[in-house]
């Protein structure tokens, strides 16, 4: 297991309600030490994450839209995903509406996901499905729609819902998204060996708060 390769795709996460603007200080130093891809914040911290960053390691500033229930109109997300660019965000993670999903409205999905594809320009766009709570064709279904808005990623999970990532779903999608788009997963990963089998699964970024903890008794 390459502790640092799994480092280097892991978006170092805290969106804890209530967390302060001291403890996105740490996770943004701590992202910096371990060379992390990204601090995951929530977005009222982006600007401060940009400037505790300051370009260092390479390491982006990803913040969420939508988040947690995702059931905030198109036109908002678009708002809130353009004020978090103007702050400094590097990577947006927005979560659909899964009203939308149910209903079967599969052209409103497309609206609002492209609606905050293009106030982010040639940023980084993940966009968080909820896998929990769906079913196998809405996953699949959900696959088609987010290549088809030429979204970066598509993410198992906010974390904050009846359950997170699993290595079955992560297989899943890995296996219906188009070959530019990656798979995140997020949700449920406590230790270097849960994120390394997300990996094996087909996960091409983790979204974790515990790795780099995991990492800190490994490697000091």
Same mark, same amino acid.
């Given at each position: ?9 892991? /978006?170092? =996460?805290?969106?804890?309600? #209530? ?54 109109t198109a036109k908002a997300k678009a708002c809130e995903a353009k004020g978090?660019?103007? @702050?400094?965000? !590097?990577?947006? /993670?927005?979560?659909? @509406?899964?009203?939308?999903?149910? !209903? ?35 996953? $699949? ?5 987010? =290549?088809?808005?030429?979204? /970066? ?5 906010? #974390? ?8 079955? !779903? ?9 070959? @530019? ?7 449920? $990963? ?11 699964? #087909? ?18």
């Amino acid at each position: 297991m390459d502790v640092q390769k799994i480092l280097g795709m892991t /978006d170092h =996460t805290l969106l804890r309600v #209530g967390c302060t603007k001291s403890e996105i200080a740490q996770i943004c130093e701590d992202a910096v030490t371990y060379r992390c891809a990204s601090v995951c914040i929530p977005p009222c911290f982006v600007s401060d994450a940009k400037e505790c960053i300051g370009g260092r390691g390479g390491v982006k500033v990803c913040t969420v839209i939508g988040f947690p229930n995702g059931y905030n109109t198109a036109k908002a997300k678009a708002c809130e995903a353009k004020g978090a660019v103007a @702050n400094g965000a !590097d990577e947006i /993670d927005m979560v659909i @509406n899964m009203s939308l999903v149910k !209903d079967r409205n599969w052209n409103g999905l497309r609206e609002e996901i492209r609606a905050v594809r293009e106030v982010c320009g040639g940023r980084v766009l993940k966009v968080i499905i909820e896998t929990c709570l769906l079913t196998e064709d809405e996953k $699949i279904a959900l696959c088609q729609i987010v =290549t088809q808005c030429k979204a /970066d990623f598509i993410k198992t999970s906010t #974390g904050f819902s009846t359950g997170g990532a699993t290595a079955a !779903d992560v297989a899943l999608l890995r296996a219906h998204v188009g070959p @530019n788009v990656g798979v995140k997963a997020s949700g449920g $990963i406590h230790s270097l060996e849960e994120a390394q089998a997300m990996i094996d699964a #087909g996960a091409s970024r983790i979204g974790a708060s515990s790795v780099v903890k995991a990492a800190k008794e490994v490697c000091g």
